[in-house]
């Protein structure tokens, strides 16, 4: 029932902005865990950005190769999960994923596609 569709994805030059969303459709979740994932062609999924929520506390931690780069954020209202790339470069290309956790159980999205490529 729970579904998470990403979006946003494209073909941008070196150097550009994109910004991808997640939105969760069907009945509200109250994750404590929400994650942006990459995989690149013949390369392992790897998690470059994750919020976390531990009672009233929200953390957020990066992969070293975002770090300064990508922002995740997550608003509530919406159900929505968001990472904001700036200065994309060619190592950034890879499907993206979206994931969220709770009650032991991860989630996962279709996936978009992002290109940087001059």
């Known amino acids: 029932q729970i579904q998470l569709v990403e979006s946003g994805g494209g073909l941008v030059r070196p150097g550009d902005s994109l910004t991808l969303s997640c939105v969760f459709s069907?009945?509200?979740?109250?994750?404590?865990?929400m994650r942006w994932a990459r995989q690149a062609p013949g390369k392992e999924r790897e998690v470059v950005a994750a919020?976390?929520?531990?009672?009233?506390?929200?953390?957020?931690g990066y992969k070293n190769a975002v770090e300064g780069r990508f922002t995740i954020s997550r608003d509530d209202a919406k159900n929505t999960l968001y990472l904001e790339m700036n200065n994309l470069k060619p190592e950034d290309t890879a499907v993206y994923y979206c994931?969220?956790?709770?009650?032991?159980?991860?989630?996962w999205g279709q996936g978009t596609q992002v290109t940087v490529s001059s």
């Open positions: 994931s969220a956790s709770a009650d032991g159980s991860e989630y």
């Open positions: 069907g009945h509200a979740v109250n994750f404590t865990t």
């Open positions: 919020v976390v929520d531990r009672g009233t506390r929200r953390g957020k």
